[in-house]
């Protein structure tokens, strides 16, 4: 087995599925001009999307490691490689809504696949780590092209259908992270072998009522409760409180997303060399100053109208940072949890970490809405600090249980 050809191949599968995945806004926006959809209908995108994704991982997670690793990823990128072919001609909404089902029993499935086959790779927990972070950096590079990419095919559409083209590049891209898993070969180790009861949903069970998975999901659920709770609402954020330009508050978003993207890529180093506790502690305290630091200029700036990026307040720059500092948390809980477990539990972990996953974002983006619509925006993004603090005292459980017995 390659360890180089595996990583190189997780790299492009998981940033092609981030590109998909992040597009919903995207082409719910494309649907409504050129489907004739109405707001309500272009909203069931992300429902197609999110509930995907749970039932994906409900009912297929513990059978990955029976499937095998490989031939799951394999799957996953040749189903997504014809349904963004048969997108590309799509001439209704309901083509849109069955890709959208398709990428997210898709994701469901590479993202259990993707973990369990780390749990191969890794050579030690600091090893594991390591790989996750550049793995989840990978991811959100792809969702940073992903904003570009359809930004572009829009941009230079001339009849209302040309930026569906953007669907046959995507396409291509599925077809040769397919080629590349047919001749990637991946050892699952003494995984194959599991007893039978570990592959089933029972295991799941099993698993969800012990403390300490109880303890990491939860971190986990309230660490994308924020970052989906920012990242779903900063354009709204940067139009209404910075009053930004409609176009210019969703480029600069891209900010968050990058912030992310480099944060994961630099975890990655970070973890071989300093206590994963430690750091993301420090990365939990910078959040908070950069929140306490930032909101207050976006009040300052909330009388000035900016019509370009040098105009734009100090706010609409240091804000979005914050991702640099949350993207190490999400990776790393993840690494930890794993690291604690045998092998043939990770599918069985990975299930339950994408299902709390969901409905953290889902969570997160309905609760920050409703502060925005009830308060004034920054204090909606003050409202972050609570769940900040909870993962902050979570986290020292996490380590005091680490070591949990699993066998």
């Not at 396409?171 to 898993?181: D, R, V, Y």
């Not at 925006?377 to 769940?387: D, H, K, N």
Request: net charge positive; glycine share 10%.
């Amino acid at each position: 087995m390659s360890r180089a050809r595996v990583l190189v191949a997780l790299a492009l599968s998981y940033a092609l599925l981030g590109i998909l995945m992040n597009s919903v806004g995207v082409v719910i926006l494309q649907s409504i001009r050129h489907f004739d959809t109405t707001k309500p209908m272009g909203s069931t995108l992300e429902a197609c999307k999110d509930l995907s994704v749970v039932a994906a991982s409900f009912l297929l997670a513990t059978r990955i490691p029976s499937i095998g690793y490989r031939r799951s990823l394999l799957g996953v990128m040749a189903a997504m490689a014809m349904a963004c072919v048969a997108a590309s001609f799509a001439d209704r909404f309901l083509a849109m809504q069955a890709l959208f089902v398709v990428t997210g029993l898709s994701f469901g499935v590479a993202k259990v696949a993707t973990y369990a086959t780390i749990g191969v790779l890794a050579r030690d927990p600091a090893d594991h780590a390591s790989i996750t972070g550049l793995v989840e950096g990978v991811f959100m590079v792809g969702l940073l092209v992903g904003v570009w990419l359809f930004g572009w095919f829009i941009g230079a559409d001339a009849t209302g259908s040309q930026w569906l083209h953007v669907y046959r590049l995507l396409g291509a891209g599925c077809c040769g992270a397919a080629l590349l898993w047919l001749v990637t070969p991946v050892d699952q180790g003494g995984v194959d072998d599991a007893e039978p009861s570990a592959a089933g949903w029972s295991e799941m069970v099993r698993l969800a009522l012990m403390p300490a998975t109880v303890t990491v999901l939860a971190a986990l659920f309230l660490y994308v409760l924020i970052e989906q709770g920012v990242g779903t609402w900063l354009p709204t954020f940067n139009n209404q409180i910075l009053r930004l330009p409609a176009a210019m508050s969703v480029q600069m978003s891209s900010i968050f997303v990058g912030a992310l993207a480099v944060g994961r890529l630099v975890s990655g180093a970070v973890l071989r060399r300093l206590d994963w506790l430690f750091v993301l502690l420090t990365c939990l305290g910078c959040v908070a100053l950069l929140v306490l630091a930032s909101l207050p200029l976006a009040k300052e700036a909330s009388g000035v109208q900016a019509i370009g990026w040098l105009d734009a307040p100090p706010a609409a720059f240091l804000f979005p940072l914050l991702g640099l500092f949350l993207a190490p948390i999400y990776p790393t809980v993840c690494s930890v949890a794993l690291s604690a477990l045998p092998r043939r539990r990770h599918a069985a972990m990975m299930g339950l970490i994408v299902i709390f996953s969901a409905l953290g974002g889902t969570i997160g983006s309905f609760l920050t809405g409703l502060l925005f619509q009830k308060l004034d925006g920054a204090l909606a993004f003050y409202a972050t600090l609570v769940p900040l603090a909870l993962v902050a005292g979570i986290l020292p459980v996490i380590r005091r249980q680490q070591r949990w017995t699993a066998a």
